[in-house]
């Protein structure tokens, strides 16, 4: 496929409610989506940059930097065999995984449209329906958890996650299992703690927690294997991990039992399916992290959460858990047994509302060939 042109928005979309974690609170969401075309076939793709280097050291004007002056221009006019090819000719650019996971995300849109198949297929998916959770920001009080809680299980939510941050945790997690002593519970602290709280996580041990998220340094590997040997909870890697051979490290380490995979965290959807193979190779189950994507971005993550070793459920949630309208028809909608329909029409499976497309832009630059 020779790519004629790509088009990068700027968008800027509000959350139905500020999200509370130990990085800050964000009440609005920005991202890049990138939009490729060549022969008659348009892909869809975004990248998950944020407006501020707190989760990644990645912004939306870093992101938009390396992709304008970097990754475009080496596929730009080229006759594409398929995306492995993008990805060996920009290779040379070091780190910028989410400026490359966009671009990466609309050519495998654009190539599974060109076949006919839908990208869950394209990439090796093999269920209809994913399992799905909801992450939940830090609320004022214990009461006001354990309300938003009621609600979204009855929405069918399979599992909760709660952030946690130092001075905003056991208690929480104490007043979750004393009201619902079997629900799916996990926790994600956002690298706030260091090895000295280490009899906190102890502590935490007894609330049967099916893992607890990036604990420790977001880089760190081996801290994590001395506290993942002091405690009987499994620590699943989130920030740390940014391609295959981190996954390894941390594996032979012993530094976690569980990894979340996000595509924009690796560069990709190839680079996840490497860590997916490898990590089904090692018995190790993985999950689909979130970034809050739009629909598109959200449709790539159901479609890569339908391969065999995503076996617990994903920070994949309803369309309308972040924003009040979406900008893809369909939205995303959860099913009251918890899951969430993986599209099955090509590519993505959705389709861009336009209209609300360029309600959220605010910028647009377009490149041709
Ligand atoms: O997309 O439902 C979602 C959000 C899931 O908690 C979530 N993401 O560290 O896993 C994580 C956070 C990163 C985004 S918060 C800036
Ligand atoms: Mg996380």
Not at 84 to 98: C, F, L, P, Q, W
Not at 113 to 119: T, V
Not at 127 to 140: E, K, L, M, T, Y
């Amino acid at each position: 496929m020779r790519i004629t042109q790509v088009e990068l928005r700027h968008i800027k979309m509000v959350l139905v409610s500020p999200f509370v974690t130990s990085m800050g609170t964000e009440y609005d969401e920005e991202h890049i989506i990138v939009r490729v075309d060549g022969e008659g076939i348009t892909g869809w793709g975004e990248s998950v940059a944020e407006g501020t280097p707190y989760y990644s050291y990645e912004t939306v004007q870093t992101a938009w930097h390396i992709l304008r002056d970097f990754l475009i221009p080496s596929i730009l006019g080229k006759d594409l065999k398929g995306v492995d090819e993008a990805i060996a000719s920009y290779a040379i650019v070091r780190g910028h995984m989410m400026a490359k996971a966009g671009l990466e995300a609309a050519l495998w849109d654009a190539f599974a449209r060109s076949e006919n198949r839908s990208l869950s297929r394209m990439l090796g998916g093999v269920r209809d329906r994913v399992d799905v959770g909801v992450s939940i920001g830090i609320q004022p009080t214990e009461k006001d958890l354990i309300k938003k809680v009621e609600g979204y299980l009855a929405e069918g939510y399979k599992r909760i996650k709660i952030k946690i941050a130092p001075g905003n945790d056991i208690q929480y997690v104490s007043a979750l299992r004393n009201e619902f002593p079997r629900l799916l519970l996990q926790v994600d602290a956002n690298s706030a703690y260091t090895l000295n709280e280490i009899d906190l996580f102890k502590r935490l041990d007894e609330y049967n927690l099916s893992l607890i998220e990036q604990p420790l340094g977001y880089e760190d590997i081996y801290d994590h294997s001395k506290l993942q040997r002091e405690i009987k909870t499994p620590i699943c890697l989130d920030e740390s991990i940014h391609s295959l051979d981190d996954t390894r490290a941390a594996i032979e380490l012993k530094s976690c039992r569980i990894i979340n995979i996000k595509p924009g965290r690796v560069g990709g959807f190839t680079e996840s399916k490497l860590i997916h193979d490898y990590c089904a190779s090692m018995m190790i189950p993985v999950w689909h992290g979130g970034m809050l994507e739009s629909g598109i971005g959200r449709a790539g993550n159901v479609a890569l959460a339908s391969l065999p070793n995503f076996i617990l459920p994903g920070d994949i949630s309803a369309s309308k858990r972040y924003y009040k309208e979406d900008i893809v028809i369909p939205e995303f909608v959860v099913n009251s047994d918890g899951t969430m329909d993986v599209p099955s029409g090509p590519g993505i499976g959705v389709e861009v509302d336009m209209k609300m497309l360029e309600k959220v832009t605010v910028r647009k630059e377009v490149f041709r060939a």
